[in-house]
Every structure is written in C-alpha cells, then in structure tokens.
C-alpha cells in the first residue's frame, strides 16, 4: 500500500528499482530527460521530497539538502561512493545518507580485468588500426605488447573490489602485491599476496590497479612523484575515482613514455578529460561504466529503493553510511 510519501528519483533508473518505491511511495517523480538535473533544477525538485534517490554526478551540498527542508529523510545514492554528498553536512541535519555496495564489485572486478587486458595488449589502438584500412598483413614486429603471465599486479585497496580483482589474477598466473592500511588474511592466504608499503607498490608492480575510496585526504595520492617511481614497461588502471590520480601529470609520464600505458574509466573532472589525454595512444579510456551492466544496475536500483522505503518506514535502512544519524 503505497503511502503519502514523496520521492525524487534524479535520473532514469532500472524498472524493478522504479517499482520498488512506487509500491510504498504516493508520488516517484522521475527526471524526465537524458541528462543530469542544473544544479538550480536539483534545488527545485528536491523541495518537499521526503527522500531523494540521487546519482554520482549530484552534487548533494548544504543548498541541496537546506532546499529539500526538514522533512526530507534519506539521500539514497546509486552508487558504493559517496564522495559527491557532503556526508557532514548531511549527518549534522540528521539525513540519512546510503551506498550500494556489494552489489556492483563483480562489474567492476570484470570491467578492471578488461581494461587491463585492453591496455596491456593494445587492443583498442589495434582495433582502431585495423578499421583504417592500413593494415597490409602480419608482421613479427606488430603491435607487441605486454604479457600477463608471471607479472606482478599491485591493488591499491584491497577492499571488496581491490579484493575481487586481485582474485580474479590466478588465471593468469600472477603474483600480487597489495596496499592496504589493513592487512588481507584472504589475499595473504589464498593467492600468497605480500602486502607492502605505497612506494614498493608503484615501484615493484607492472600492474597497478587501484581501488580506494575518494576522501579529503587522498586527492592526488597519485601524483607525479610516484608516477615516476613506475617501471617504464608498467600500466596504471582506474576503475575507483578519478581525483586519486593527477592527470595532468599522468598525460605527461604516458606522453614522454615513462611508462608504457594507462586505461581509465574515471576522470578527475568528468566528462572532461585532461588536456592531451585523449590524443594519447597509450591510453585506454571508458566512460565511467565500471558498474554498468544490466544485472548489476538493476541490483542497485533494488537497492537505492530499498534503502529508502525502509528509511520511510521507520526502518533503519541496510546501507546506512552514515550511522551516527540513527537513534534506536
Ligand atoms: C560507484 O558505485 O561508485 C560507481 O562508480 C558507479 O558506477
């Protein structure tokens, strides 16, 4: 039985997600167009809402949550990060604010290992040779790239999805190092991972895959110093968030060849990449669709929902992130 309650989904969701509230919910406004909501367009539609399904690329600030007013209880993102919702801001109104997470590491885990692959062999570039029409025959000298076999991958984040990706490297034969302020019984003991030091990391690996959460302290975690400290032959993949790394610095170590290539799915002020990246041959990059297939969206839109119509009903919602909000 649906009740008196107002929600605002900001961005077309999977169905089964949509279905989920309108069972419990009077009124799912749903943002009519392709496109985010203007930021004044956010301020509009949030008023009076009584929980927000919110996406990414909203910037969930004090006007946001001071436009929604008082009643407003849940700002339930569709995604594991939240750095786009000022977490503060949203704890000292008493505003719930939840996450995805779990659901979306197997996509991720596998849109890492392909872009890995992607740039270690360099099939986008060979892919784009061929169409050209310029391809005059096989030759031993083509397009060689780099092996994956008894190579070393280092996770920066061993985490769910750090954890999934790094699982993923028995089939093809690696070694693993890992960076994480906890150590991994699980990588230690299933896959004989040795966990090391920031520096040892980026310098050791030829892979170095990274999974952190985006936070105030680690913008630019990677910056060019430790760029520079890669091995000329390694690859950097970016599956978490963009402003981990500098990519203006980044561009310039793939320019001079300082290390052999990069492949990105998130960007440091999306959707505009860095000056001179996308000329880069060395460079795989994809549009932030690290949890986009059709199973995994769907799980998430289930869930955003879930987590909302328990917030409306009194319940505490299952991906609360911010706890200290809830009083028992
Ligand atoms: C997430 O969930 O944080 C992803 O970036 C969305 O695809």
Avoid at 54 to 64: G, K, P, S, Y
Avoid at 184 to 210: K, W
Wanted: glycine letters at 8%; hydrophobic letters at 40%; one cysteine or more.
């Amino acid at each position: 039985m649906a009740g008196s309650h107002h929600v605002l989904v900001t961005r077309l969701v999977p169905q089964p997600g949509l279905e989920v509230l309108r069972r419990c919910c009077q009124d799912v406004e749903v943002n009519p167009h392709d496109r985010d909501l203007s930021h004044q367009e956010l301020l509009e539609r949030v008023a009076g809402r009584h929980a927000v399904l919110c996406v990414l690329t909203d910037h969930i600030d004090a006007t946001v949550l001071d436009a929604a007013g008082p009643q407003c209880k849940i700002f339930a993102n569709l995604a594991v990060g939240y750095d786009n919702i000022d977490l503060a801001e949203a704890t000292r109104r008493g505003v719930m604010v939840t996450n995805t997470p779990g659901v979306l590491t197997d996509a991720t885990a596998e849109l890492t290992w392909a872009l890995l692959l992607a740039a270690s062999r360099r099939i986008v570039e060979a892919d784009r040779f061929f169409r050209s029409g310029r391809w005059a025959g096989w030759g031993p000298m083509q397009f060689l790239g780099g092996q994956l076999a008894g190579q070393t991958l280092g996770i920066l984040g061993a985490g769910r999805i750090g954890t999934a990706v790094a699982l993923r490297s028995s089939g093809f034969g690696m070694k693993v190092l890992y960076c994480d302020a906890i150590r991994s019984q699980q990588l230690e003991t299933r896959l004989g991972a040795c966990r090391v030091d920031l520096h040892s990391l980026f310098e050791q690996s030829d892979y170095v895959s990274i999974h952190v959460n985006l936070t105030a302290d680690n913008r630019h975690l990677v910056d060019e110093s430790l760029l520079r400290r890669m091995k000329p032959t390694a690859c950097l993949v970016n599956t978490s968030r963009g402003p981990i790394i500098d990519e203006a610095a980044l561009v310039r170590v793939l320019r001079e060849g300082r290390i052999a290539a990069a492949a990105l799915d998130v960007y440091e002020n999306e959707p505009q990449p860095a000056p001179g990246l996308a000329e880069l041959d060395n460079v795989v990059c994809v549009p932030h669709i690290g949890s986009a297939t059709s199973q995994t969206r769907e799980k998430m839109a289930i869930m955003a929902a879930e987590n909302i119509t328990a917030a409306l009903t009194g319940c505490r919602p299952p991906n609360l992130v911010n706890r200290e909000v809830w009083k028992d």
